[in-house]
């Protein structure tokens, strides 16, 4: 990662001087920083802008750390979280990775260590990027030309059919929520509804050949969104 500037942190710790020490810290190393004392406010900061990484204190007020991760991961939202945690019995360390926490972090920790976490975490959990083409069974799909190429010759894409796809495609077999896909295609300014992006699935599936009953490569993950798997 050359320009952390693009990546927003959301920072949830009740204890505010570390809070606004970690802020001010973090945004030496030119991240973006979000302050949340609570999970609940949490919550409502990641209502508006999903964040590219979460670093999460276990004793909040209120709903705690373990609850919070889990209450994510139930509902699809993959974002990478960071522990941090003054608890440092290995059980706590287990549960929180278990929860689906990517690292965890005992206090006391110095700056320089939890930055390096982060940038790793960041790298590891970067999707790669969509090819210019990509094989979806019988079909190749050009992401260029926004067709897809098949035993019976082309099938034309829609500019938003080939973004859902490039976006499904680059996080192959992760659940992406119908409020990501809006938000990542649409943006924030547009005002889609969860029933337009089922729409465009509809299509796509139809366009590549999918039985729409039973479809191969573009699943419907109940409740959260859709998932592409090879």
Excluded at 46 to 65: K, Q, R, T, Y
Excluded at 166 to 193: E, F, H, Q
């Amino acid at each position: 990662m050359t320009d952390n500037q693009s990546e927003t942190i959301l920072l949830v710790e009740d204890e505010q001087d570390l809070a606004s020490a970690l802020k001010d810290n973090l945004e030496l190393e030119n991240f973006r920083v979000k302050l949340a004392y609570t999970a609940e406010d949490a919550l409502r900061a990641i209502a508006v802008e999903e964040p590219s990484l979460i670093l999460l204190d276990i004793m909040l007020p209120g709903m705690n750390g373990f609850d919070f991760c889990k209450n994510l991961r139930d509902r699809g939202i993959d974002v990478p979280i960071i522990v941090l945690s003054a608890r440092s019995a290995e059980l706590d360390k287990v549960l929180g990775l278990e929860l689906g926490a990517d690292d965890y972090v005992t206090k006391p920790f110095s700056v320089r260590e939890l930055v390096a976490r982060v940038k790793a975490v960041l790298r590891r959990r970067s999707p790669a990027a969509a090819p210019e083409t990509y094989k979806i069974g019988h079909m190749v799909v050009d992401f260029n030309r926004f067709v897809a190429k098949g035993p019976d010759g082309e099938v034309p894409l829609s500019y938003y059919e080939c973004e859902i796809l490039k976006l499904l495609v680059s996080k192959a077999g992760v659940p992406v929520p119908r409020s990501d896909i809006i938000r990542r295609i649409w943006g924030y300014n547009a005002y889609p509804t969860t029933r337009t992006v089922d729409n465009h699935i509809v299509k796509l599936r139809r366009k590549l050949g999918e039985n729409p009953e039973r479809p191969r490569h573009i699943l419907t993950v109940h409740g959260i969104g859709y998932k592409f798997v090879e």
